[in-house]
């Protein structure tokens, strides 16, 4: 899984990021979280709970949970 984090202040509707160059020509899933919603380096656990659900995953919560545990994993 590849996984890229670019915090940038959004101006307009048109996005200029050089980082998704890589990812052209490819399905990918793009979510969008204010900075404010964070606190130090953990996110906002209300925030998140905001967001519980509206992400489909395509499988049971848990196994795509275990999944993307597993891809974390290997990057360690």
Known sequence: MNVIRVIRNIKSTNLHI?????????????IILPVRQRIGKFFNRKALL???????SGSE?????TKIRNEWDKRL
């Open 18 to 30: 050089e980082e998704l160059k890589k990812f052209i020509g490819k399905d990918t899933e793009i």
């Open 50 to 56: 905001e967001l519980s659900g509206s992400i489909k």
């Open 61 to 65: 919560p848990l196994k795509f949970q």
